[in-house]
C-alpha cells in the first residue's frame, strides 16, 4: 500500500496537480489544513486527520456529508496533526509514505516534519517529502537514484545524526569512497548525478538526501 499524507504547509496546487498525475497513491490522509488542499485538487481522501482548527468549516461538512472516515483530536496535545498522521499511515503497514505540503513558511513546522521521517526510517518504510521546490527522503542503507527521473538538480546529503559513516557514492559529480559526514560540515552540499544511476549507500547513522531545483 502507498499511502499519501496532505499535511497544512505550503501548497502550490499546479505542482502537486503535476506530481499526482505521474504518482498514484492506495490509500490517502488529508490533515487539517491539508484538507482544503484535496478539495482544491477534487480529490476525496480516505481519512481526514487534526484538530480542524485552521479548516474552513464549509469544507469539512461537505466531507462529512460523503461518510469520510474522521480522526479529530484537541488543539492541546503531545504530537502535531502531521505526527499523527504520520504513525496512523505506519500502522497500516505501507510499502512507501509521501508527504505533500509538509514544508513552508514555519520553520518550525518544517524542522519537526523533517525530524518525523525518523519514525518510517526506524521500520524501514520509505518515505519522501515533497514540495515545489524539494524532493526530501532519510536513509539509513542505501538508495538509488536514476537519472531519467531527475530534473535539473541538485543533491544533497546532511547526516541527521551526529554523524554517518562509511558513505560511499557512484555516478555522482563529486564520489565519496567510505566517508564520514559530520553535523555542522557542509561537505554533502549540492552534488549532481552524472551517470544513468546513482548509488547512495551508507553503514551507520541517519542521512538526509535532499534533491532540490530552482
Not at 9 to 14: I, N
Not at 80 to 105: F, M, N, Q, R, Y
Not at 124 to 136: L, S, T, Y
Not at 179 to 206: H, Y
Request: with cysteine; aromatic share 6%; proline share 3%.
Amino acid at each position: 500500500m502507498k499511502i499519501l499524507i496532505i499535511s497544512g504547509g505550503r501548497f502550490e496546487e499546479e505542482v502537486a496537480k503535476e506530481y499526482l498525475k505521474k504518482h498514484s497513491f492506495d490509500y490517502t490522509i488529508a490533515v487539517d489544513g491539508g484538507i482544503a488542499y484535496a478539495s482544491m485538487l477534487g480529490m476525496t481522501p480516505d481519512l481526514l486527520l487534526g484538530d480542524f482548527d485552521t479548516i474552513d468549516k464549509n469544507t469539512l461538512e461537505e466531507y462529512r456529508q460523503k461518510k469520510i472516515e474522521m480522526l479529530e483530536f484537541p488543539p492541546k496535545k503531545d504530537y502535531t496533526d502531521t505526527h499523527l498522521a504520520l504513525i496512523t499511515a505506519l500502522d497500516k503497514k505501507p510499502e512507501s509514505i509521501t508527504i505533500l505540503s509538509g514544508t513552508g513558511t514555519r520553520m518550525d513546522h518544517t524542522l519537526a516534519n523533517i525530524g518525523l521521517l525518523t519514525l518510517a526510517v526506524e521500520q524501514k518504510v520509505p518515505v519522501e517529502m515533497i514540495d515545489a521546490n524539494n524532493r526530501i527522503r532519510m536513509i539509513d542503507d542505501q538508495l538509488i537514484l536514476e537519472k531519467c527521473e531527475q530534473r535539473k538538480t541538485y543533491i544533497s546529503l546532511l547526516p541527521y545524526t551526529e554523524k554517518v559513516t562509511g558513505i560511499t557514492l557512484t555516478g555522482f559529480q563529486y564520489p565519496l569512497e567510505n566517508a564520514e559526514l559530520t553535523i555542522g560540515i557542509s561537505r554533502g552540499i549540492s552534488n549532481e548525478l552524472v551517470e544513468k544511476q546513482g548509488t547512495i549507500s551508507m553503514k551507520q547513522g541517519k542521512l538526509l538526501v535532499i534533491e532540490s531545483w530552482d
